[in-house]
């Protein structure tokens, strides 16, 4: 019975493992907000279905509820007032153990119909879901509906197209067929039946609660796996909404809605359990390195797939466009107020300075026309607005608070006034600069609008700091401008030996922190910034077993 | 320089990767000692390069050498007295991690050209590693043949085949082209490096020391990393010839053949330093439960692939060839005398006997039947000798004798002479029978020619118990005899439930206990006996990294 849906969405399959395989520009879903794509409607349709959640009970009939919870606290001030079901989480877990065969049962095509037909109406959903991101994390409008809306369907594509790549390769039977010389050959009939390996929890952050959760939602469903979201506790809302379409699809198509659960827990505790239950196989998390270590030290039932704080910079030798670096550096420290696991913390430029098109320019320079580059960018408030978004936690505001202990300042966090929310908490990004010998100022993520200009003694002794900081820190992201090839490669090199992504030279449209789903590898799993990459072969095939039963024919 | 090798081995390469598609009988390597194979001289000529090893130092040319080590001894009763260099761990890693940058620039194609180049070198040398693993092991000629030779040689192969085609999954480069309506469209060119994750320990076990390595000597290597070889200390001659071999064909080639690395390590903490050393990866490990929990607790920097221990178990409803079945068990409790990690050890039968072609056979009578079965098998001293072996460790010597302790004695074991080897330890099987309660006799691995008949109250206590076995004590083989298709069905269930490779109704030449390369997964990874399977895209995937470069065109 779920043939249709394979059949219906096989063309958006194929050509996502096509894309996989190509690793050129390709999307499922559109990333920009067009009318042609959503509908006429669709902007104020999805404002509607948002502030229909607003003061309410979230509908969502999961077993072993106990109570209603929910605080979440919009960076824009906005009062959202929803409230989630508390359910006890061993009949949270029992009702996916229920959920698991059924779901094992309809095989890897059955599941990918099924998960491709859940992206379709997340993606119809975009906008709705795209309010609920922006208000529950700060980020700008533009940016919580690509990142929450499209960008994370399509991260959640990449792994059903993963996980069917893997599965799709396993025969569901073989003739086994041995000669015996004159007597009559042994033969076999082999059955290959794909398991999920158990309950699967995925564990969100605050920041990107549906692009950081997708990948490893999905991976897990589609590979045979009931998965459990726990949500960050200030963005419930966008995960609530995927779990929702998640078990409404699972119920239209008579398939147990316990395969997706929604694990509000107001208590540490409560995760902590779920983590390191049993019956759990493996736990997606995003978020602070601390848990992160946690879980893997004490799920040893389970396989943890985690991406923990970094320490991502750039090493500035050389340019042969200053003023595009500097724009380009200074639009990726501002988008989104430096809040991406992605953003350049440290900019490492030799004492000696740099040569650019516009001649030497010292190091002093190098900092000052940086700052002078964010300033810019960030001069028109309409702009600032939409680069900057508002700031998402507590923590982070304090950091930008007590940042300027950390170095010398070259420009300061501002405070700005929202025009449209009168309680957001808006900051422009601090930039400070320091001596790469004073390492306990830059050499740990100060998550947020704060970043470090490094000087270090020469190029050479940056690109050994990069290396270092990768290995010892991590990093999601390096980046380097030279104009000098042995430079480059010698980056090159160094991003091999400690497995981190590289951008060489932006100075256009690309950012950094940008990373596209089918092309870019969101991580290594290569250094202590995460041990997963979204999503590669590693990502899915871990996921699931093969059972086989064999007799003679 | 590689790409030679490649094309010359690259037919066998394809026929390999489409093997593992079909999963049919197919085979590299010729499992028959035949003259047309491996030409008229190839017996002779093995035995005679076995024995130029015996009281020899090993010729290895390995760094960090503080002396020389060896003690192994035959169950044959041989004197083997080969020495073999012992090597400072921290050295070995030193070579490790030097040898590493320039096997991974030789890239997958050129990694599995030089590998598919060491197999069919390792295949040459066939009856040679046979000696050498039928007197470290005590297996018989014919399975230190098959299984130390070819049917190791397809495993490796099995593993390189898969390690080639994830990675060959991945672009080398991309180009990236975004479209940006009226503006010109951003445009990168990507690459995709793959990188190993670091050096890789590959732990030996004493009774199969190389069908149980080489997936991991040749995943590891396959995807990138240098290997270190810690074998067993009664079974270090088959690993030091096979990294002698690797090494050999890595200098032919300009390589460094720090890539492979013999760690003959007498004392339990080199090889504790070895698996816990920062800068290993991956510790793939055969033996014990409790050294293997040990490596799975400690080894937190790396990945732990781990087969121990499990109680294998089959289930006896009803056959329509008694005879037949009782054969087929009684080879498979023979079989190198129950040393095989997939030898059956719990044939659970109902209380109340079972239907047969024979008619009604009673709980009781299926027990001595079985018995006879074994005792008719080997009552002829020359198929005694080629199905037993000799025992390969004191430890199983001494469960052998402590065995009547356990339950009911159906046959005891007895001690047989062997007519070429006079200090050669031979045993027959002992076969107990006890009751289901009585779990603590049966319900832990009992390694050796030691099987239980046990008596459940009915067929579905029997099912219930068979799945227990396996999700708490693993399992590497299951089986079930019956005629029924609702039992069948139901045990298939278990199977899947508890994730444990299931044969049903072996009658004929096919045995519980063989497990086919490119056909038979080895293991689910599903269960405690085994948290990977040999070999499939989980063993492969995690072991190496992609890392990305990109910048503007």
């Given at each position: 019975m779920h043939q249709p849906l394979f059949d219906k969405h096989k063309h958006t399959l194929e050509r996502a493992v096509q894309a996989l395989a190509e690793r050129g520009h390709w999307s499922a879903y559109n990333e920009l907000p067009s009318p042609r794509t959503y509908g006429e409607d669709a902007l104020a349709a999805g404002k509607r279905a948002f502030e229909a959640h607003l003061g309410k009970a979230f509908a969502l009939d999961q077993p072993g509820r106990t109570g209603m919870h929910g605080d979440e606290r919009s960076p824009y001030g906005v009062n959202l007032g929803v409230s989630y079901p508390v359910c006890e989480p061993e009949q949270l877990i029992e009702a996916s153990l229920k959920a698991m065969p059924s779901w094992q049962r309809i095989g890897a095509q059955g599941r990918a119909g099924v998960l491709l037909e859940v992206l379709e109406r997340l993606n119809l959903r975009s906008f709705e879901i795209a309010h609920a991101v922006m208000m529950t994390t700060g980020q700008a409008w533009m940016m919580a509906f690509q990142a929450g809306g499209p960008h994370a369907q399509d991260r959640g594509l990449e792994a059903v197209a993963c996980a069917w790549r893997e599965q799709s390769a396993i025969p569901a039977e073989a003739t086994w067929e041995k000669p015996q010389g004159k007597n009559a050959a042994l033969r076999m009939r082999k059955q290959f039946e794909i398991v999920g390996r158990g309950v699967a929890l995925v564990i969100g952050c605050g920041t990107f609660p549906t692009w950081n959760t997708y990948p490893g939602v999905f991976a897990a469903l589609a590979t045979g796996n009931p998965v459990i979201v726990k949500p960050h506790g200030n963005a419930i809302l966008p995960a609530a909404i995927t779990v929702s379409v998640i078990r409404e699809v699972l119920i239209e198509h008579g398939l147990d809605p316990g395969a997706a659960l929604l694990a509000v827990a107001p208590r540490r505790s409560a995760t902590q359990y779920l983590a390191t239950h049993q019956d759990v196989k493996s736990v997606d998390f995003t978020g602070s390195t601390p848990f992160g270590h946690w879980l893997i030290d004490h799920c040893k039932q389970a396989q943890v797939y985690a991406e923990l704080a970094g320490v991502n910079h750039v090493v500035v030798d050389?340019?042969?466009a200053y003023r595009a670096m500097l724009k380009n550096l200074a639009f990726s420290l501002s988008l989104y107020s430096g809040q991406m696991c992605t953003t350049t913390q440290v900019i490492i430029v030799p004492a000696t300075g740099i040569e650019t098109d516009e001649g030497h320019k010292p190091f002093e320079q190098v900092a000052s026309d940086l700052g002078a580059a964010i300033a810019e960018l960030l001069a028109d408030p309409k702009t600032a607005h939409a680069v900057l978004g508002?700031?998402?936690?507590d923590d982070t505001l304090r950091r930008i608070d007590e940042a300027h202990q950390h170095g010398e300042v070259v420009i300061s966090s501002r405070a700005l006034e929202h025009p449209e929310f009168a309680g957001a908490r808006v900051r422009t990004p601090t930039l400070l600069w320091c001596d790469a010998t004073d390492e306990k100022a830059y050499m740990e993520e100060r998550f947020g609008p704060i970043s470090f200009v490094v000087r270090a003694p020469d190029t050479r002794a940056a690109i050994a700091l990069s290396e270092r900081i990768t290995r010892e820190h991590g990093a999601l992201t390096a980046g380097v401008y030279s104009n000098r090839p042995d430079v480059v490669e010698a980056v090159v090199q160094a991003s091999l030996r400690s497995k981190v992504a590289l951008s060489i030279n932006?100075?256009?449209?690309?950012?950094?922190?940008q990373s596209a789903a089918f092309?870019?590898?969101?991580?290594?799993?290569?250094?202590?910034?995460?041990?997963?990459?979204?999503?590669d072969a590693a990502f899915v095939a871990n996921r699931f077993r093969v059972v086989q039963r064999r007799s003679h024919v």
């Amino acid at each position: 019975m779920h043939q249709p849906l394979f059949d219906k969405h096989k063309h958006t399959l194929e050509r996502a493992v096509q894309a996989l395989a190509e690793r050129g520009h390709w999307s499922a879903y559109n990333e920009l907000p067009s009318p042609r794509t959503y509908g006429e409607d669709a902007l104020a349709a999805g404002k509607r279905a948002f502030e229909a959640h607003l003061g309410k009970a979230f509908a969502l009939d999961q077993p072993g509820r106990t109570g209603m919870h929910g605080d979440e606290r919009s960076p824009y001030g906005v009062n959202l007032g929803v409230s989630y079901p508390v359910c006890e989480p061993e009949q949270l877990i029992e009702a996916s153990l229920k959920a698991m065969p059924s779901w094992q049962r309809i095989g890897a095509q059955g599941r990918a119909g099924v998960l491709l037909e859940v992206l379709e109406r997340l993606n119809l959903r975009s906008f709705e879901i795209a309010h609920a991101v922006m208000m529950t994390t700060g980020q700008a409008w533009m940016m919580a509906f690509q990142a929450g809306g499209p960008h994370a369907q399509d991260r959640g594509l990449e792994a059903v197209a993963c996980a069917w790549r893997e599965q799709s390769a396993i025969p569901a039977e073989a003739t086994w067929e041995k000669p015996q010389g004159k007597n009559a050959a042994l033969r076999m009939r082999k059955q290959f039946e794909i398991v999920g390996r158990g309950v699967a929890l995925v564990i969100g952050c605050g920041t990107f609660p549906t692009w950081n959760t997708y990948p490893g939602v999905f991976a897990a469903l589609a590979t045979g796996n009931p998965v459990i979201v726990k949500p960050h506790g200030n963005a419930i809302l966008p995960a609530a909404i995927t779990v929702s379409v998640i078990r409404e699809v699972l119920i239209e198509h008579g398939l147990d809605p316990g395969a997706a659960l929604l694990a509000v827990a107001p208590r540490r505790s409560a995760t902590q359990y779920l983590a390191t239950h049993q019956d759990v196989k493996s736990v997606d998390f995003t978020g602070s390195t601390p848990f992160g270590h946690w879980l893997i030290d004490h799920c040893k039932q389970a396989q943890v797939y985690a991406e923990l704080a970094g320490v991502n910079h750039v090493v500035v030798d050389s340019t042969e466009a200053y003023r595009a670096m500097l724009k380009n550096l200074a639009f990726s420290l501002s988008l989104y107020s430096g809040q991406m696991c992605t953003t350049t913390q440290v900019i490492i430029v030799p004492a000696t300075g740099i040569e650019t098109d516009e001649g030497h320019k010292p190091f002093e320079q190098v900092a000052s026309d940086l700052g002078a580059a964010i300033a810019e960018l960030l001069a028109d408030p309409k702009t600032a607005h939409a680069v900057l978004g508002a700031i998402q936690s507590d923590d982070t505001l304090r950091r930008i608070d007590e940042a300027h202990q950390h170095g010398e300042v070259v420009i300061s966090s501002r405070a700005l006034e929202h025009p449209e929310f009168a309680g957001a908490r808006v900051r422009t990004p601090t930039l400070l600069w320091c001596d790469a010998t004073d390492e306990k100022a830059y050499m740990e993520e100060r998550f947020g609008p704060i970043s470090f200009v490094v000087r270090a003694p020469d190029t050479r002794a940056a690109i050994a700091l990069s290396e270092r900081i990768t290995r010892e820190h991590g990093a999601l992201t390096a980046g380097v401008y030279s104009n000098r090839p042995d430079v480059v490669e010698a980056v090159v090199q160094a991003s091999l030996r400690s497995k981190v992504a590289l951008s060489i030279n932006l100075t256009g449209g690309v950012f950094i922190n940008q990373s596209a789903a089918f092309s870019d590898y969101h991580g290594t799993g290569g250094n202590p910034s995460a041990n997963a990459a979204y999503a590669d072969a590693a990502f899915v095939a871990n996921r699931f077993r093969v059972v086989q039963r064999r007799s003679h024919v």
